[in-house]
């Protein structure tokens, strides 16, 4: 095994998860990206036996010392399988192992996903923007966000509105894609369409990026193309995300809502939301709001989508006065807010 100094961080990552075994790597797991897992796992199926010296120096520099090491680590395919049928659907996880034992270097624009994205802007910040765009609709929305910020602003509205349209790309004109940017072909199973991520792709990379890049790009948008600029804005902060608002924001948020418009945004809404907001309100409101919505008959979708969008927007309204903080579904860095 190699020294601590010659230990990459993907396999100290891959020594970390072994010491802390299957029910914790799989929690780990589910809040990576697949191209995260893909580093790691690979860094995982290539070991074999592990000696403790090696474990020790890795939990000592992630300063983990409440870590017992358990001595040799053997077996990796069973604890990177184990962990990652926890954490992914079965079939998935299967097939991800069976990749990662036996791995293949990608290809063609998959290749992209595991390149730096300072490098892949070099590549395509000379390109058309509907170019700029296909190849970015196959990638993953932290990745866009990261690549996109080394972009001109007037550029990066363009291809987010072009992204926004894509609903599919056809296999061929990935491959003349990837032939002029002199990529090696990928290996397409079939002949069908890939689904672009559209709209909700755009939102959940401005999501990534950082505050006054996100609203430069949104103004650009809006100049250009209102409707999707509106369309992609309220695809970015959802009702349902308002459940990763800390309480005293969103008490504020509250205050400001009517309750008939807040009964009605309630309609249908998650067990987890509704409770959100009794827990945040008094026992009485919460009590008549409880059985408003029991009383409650039909309600059209556009009311209630009506009433959920009135409240997003005030509470946009005092995240841009600087009283709420809204956390971004999707977010980016530590520092990140919506």
């Known amino acids: 095994m190699a020294t601590e100094n010659q ?65 040799q680590i053997t077996n990796t395919r069973n604890f990177l399988n184990n962990s990652l049928s926890k954490a992914l659907d079965p079939p998935r996880a299967r097939a991800l192992v069976n990749e990662l034992v ?28 509907q170019i700029c765009a296909v190849v970015l609709s196959t990638l993953e929305p932290k990745k866009v966000g990261k690549i996109l910020s080394f972009f001109p602003p007037d550029k990066l509205s363009d291809i987010l509105l072009r992204m926004g349209k894509l609903e599919k790309i056809s296999p061929d004109l990935l491959r003349e894609i990837e032939d002029v940017l002199n990529l090696a072909p990928t290996d397409t199973d079939g002949e069908a369409p890939i689904l672009a991520g559209g709209v909700k792709l755009v939102a959940a990379a401005l999501n990534t990026m950082n505050k006054e890049l996100e609203n430069q790009a949104m103004d650009a948008m809006q ?34 809502v009517n309750r008939d418009i807040l009964v009605v945004a309630l309609k249908a809404a998650s067990p ?6 009794f827990m945040n309100v008094s026992e009485r409101a919460a009590s008549m709001m409880r059985e408003d919505l029991e009383a409650m008959g039909p309600v059209k979708v556009t009311e209630v989508e009506n009433a959920r969008q009135e409240i997003i927007r005030i509470a946009r309204k005092l995240e841009e006065e ?17």
């Open 7 to 71: 230990i990459s961080g993907a396999e100290k990552a891959a020594i970390l998860l072994l010491a802390l075994g299957e029910e914790a790597a799989a929690d780990v797991f589910r809040g990576l990206e697949e191209s995260e897992i893909r580093l790691v796992g690979q860094a995982m199926a290539r070991m074999h036996e592990i000696p403790t010296a090696t474990i020790n120096a890795v939990l000592n520099e992630f300063r983990r010392e409440m870590i017992q090491p358990r001595g």
């Open 102 to 129: 036996t791995p293949q270097k990608p290809r063609g624009l998959k290749a992209l996903q595991l390149a730096e994205p300072k490098n892949v802007s070099r590549l395509l910040v000379n390109e058309h923007p």
């Open 223 to 256: 100049t250009v193309d209102a409707d999707l600029a509106d369309i992609i804005r309220r695809a970015q902060f959802t009702f349902e995300d308002l459940l990763g608002v800390d309480d005293r924001s969103f008490q504020s948020v509250l205050r400001e």
């Open 272 to 277: 987890e939301m509704k409770e959100k907001v």
């Open 322 to 338: 600087g009283k709420v903080t809204l956390r971004s579904a999707g977010g980016g860095g530590d520092d990140d807010v919506l």
